[in-house]
């Protein structure tokens, strides 16, 4: 299972825009392994949407999931910079530090800040 877990993308996000994100701890369930995921998009009207599509994806992979918080993120992918910044109001804020460097893992040439 600690396979699997290793194939979830540890970044989805929009190309482009200011949209809600979530950080959200993955572990396999009735194991020990277990992995942050950021995940974000313009199509959420609420944060809570993020999740409630996450969510279940992880379960059909023998994953369970729990929201660590949310804000946003402001991608300029033109300008190659991310911003993370706010807060959930269901979820509370992400840690934006855990988020950056998760973010840091795929858009490794990227600016990215926080605030």
């Known amino acids: 299972m600690t396979d699997a877990l290793s194939k979830i993308p540890d970044v989805e996000i929009d190309p482009e825009g200011t949209f809600k994100y979530i950080l959200v701890n993955v572990k396999v369930k009735d194991g020990d392994a277990s992995k942050e995921i950021v995940r974000g998009t313009k199509s959420a009207e609420y944060h809570n949407h993020i999740f409630d599509k996450v969510s279940p994806a992880m379960e059909a992979l023998g994953m369970e ?9 402001e991608h300029n992918s033109q300008e190659k910079k991310l911003r993370v910044f706010g807060e959930s109001t269901a979820f509370g804020k992400a840690d934006h530090a855990v988020s950056a460097e998760k973010l840091k893992t795929v858009f490794n040439n990227y600016e990215i800040t926080l605030g």
């Open 65 to 73: 999931c729990k929201c660590l918080g949310g804000g946003k993120i």
